[in-house]
């Protein structure tokens, strides 16, 4: 992913997808089916989510390897370290180098399911994200182009959030980026304002750590009114008033208009962090949620964003407004 971000132009934008792997075998039929689609509207990567606690090892393993292998796409392995057995993280680095997969997001991972909160694991091995990093760096060296998780609204796991502020992650993410991050990816957030004012926290800390690291927000495409509502409470998104607005102009149960809403509210998010940030992001991930014609949609609107113009047609297919995941 790095090499890759060097070989743009100076200020030149680019964005990648993130996919989760599917349950079922027709689902995984389904998303393989859309990754061809969706390869074509040229992300410079994608990623592919871990189960926590190493619930989908082999679902994703093999995902992202049809994502190298077979369709050429530079893609990059969420892994978390805690939860899970030590040689879970061996076997999928040892198969990840095997296949050709050249970038991991390094991560703590999220409590188990059913747990409400994350408890420290018994092993002091791996007890954050930065444990896995150095442990990345100590057994491969640079084989591997490393991201790291950063919250602009700070981090939250639910237990307090009135105490969410970035600045208490900060010492944290300094830690985790000096151990060999190689760039920094954002949790989704519709706040613009905060995100701005994240990343200028970040290029003006006085360690200079992120200077140059490419930080690259996180954001959730809009599909229907419940599943925003619902992922931007999961992931303790402020929601800020101008947004509610424009989604409360339409009714929440028309799909269609809601999705054309949420196209507009990325667009202008998007335009505002390149030109606000003076292009120094100039790299955006869509949270795709295995849909795409939200994706595709954005992608056809904006002016920062674009894909080759052959591919408006999968933004403008009607069969695909009641795209399922
Ligand atoms: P860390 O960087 O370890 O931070 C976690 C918390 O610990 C923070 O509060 C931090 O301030 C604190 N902390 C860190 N280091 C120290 C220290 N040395 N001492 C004391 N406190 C410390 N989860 C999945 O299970 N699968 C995924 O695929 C996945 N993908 C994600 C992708 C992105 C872009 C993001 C933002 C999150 C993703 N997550 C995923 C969720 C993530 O695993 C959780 O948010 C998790 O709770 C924290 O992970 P982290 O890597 O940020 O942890």
């Known amino acids: 992913i790095n090499e890759r971000i060097a070989a743009l132009g100076p200020d ?3 964005f990648s997808f993130e996919f989760f792997p599917p349950k079922t075998d027709s689902g995984v039929q389904n998303l393989i089916a859309r990754l061809h689609r969706m390869a074509q509207l040229n992300p410079l990567f994608v990623n592919i989510t871990w189960g926590a606690g190493g619930s989908t090892v082999s679902k994703s393993l093999d995902l992202a390897t049809l994502c190298t292998a077979e369709l050429g ?9 805690t939860n899970m057995e030590k040689n879970i993280i061996d076997e999928t680095l040892s198969k990840a180098k095997q296949h050709g997969i050249r970038n991991i997001l390094a991560l703590r991972g999220d409590p188990p399911r059913g747990e409400e909160y994350w408890t420290p694991p018994e092993s002091q091995e791996f007890m954050y994200a930065v444990d896995l990093v150095r442990y990345i760096r100590q057994e491969y060296g640079d084989y591997f182009c490393i991201g790291v998780a950063a919250y602009p609204e700070g981090y939250a796991d639910g237990s307090n959030p009135e105490a969410q ?3 208490i992650d900060l010492p944290y993410l300094i830690e985790k980026t000096v151990a060999g991050a190689d760039f920094i990816m954002t949790q989704l957030f519709f706040d613009t304002d905060k995100f701005i004012a994240f990343e200028k926290m970040l290029r003006e800390h006085e360690s200079g750590v992120f200077r140059s690291i ?3 927000p996180g954001l959730l495409p809009i599909n229907t009114y419940q599943s925003f509502i619902r992922t931007a409470k999961l992931s303790h998104a402020h929601l800020p008033d101008r947004v509610l607005e424009k989604l409360d102009a339409v009714p929440s149960t028309d799909d269609e208009q809601v999705k054309q809403v949420g196209v507009d ?15 120094r992001v ?3 991930h869509f949270y795709t949620l295995n849909l795409e014609r939200s994706v595709a949609l954005i ?4 002016n920062v964003v ?3 113009l052959r591919l408006k047609l999968v933004a403008q297919n009607k069969e695909q407004k009641t795209e399922k995941p």
Do not use: Q
């Open 12 to 14: 030149e934008p680019f």
């Open 73 to 81: 796409l530079t893609t990059c392995l969420h892994l978390t370290c």
């Open 165 to 167: 502020d970035p600045k």
């Open 214 to 216: 490419p930080i690259i």
């Open 265 to 279: 509210i990325l667009v202008e998010m998007i335009d505002r962090i390149y030109n606000e940030t003076c292009h």
């Open 282 to 284: 100039r790299g955006f």
């Open 299 to 302: 992608l056809d609107k904006s």
């Open 306 to 308: 674009k894909t080759p």
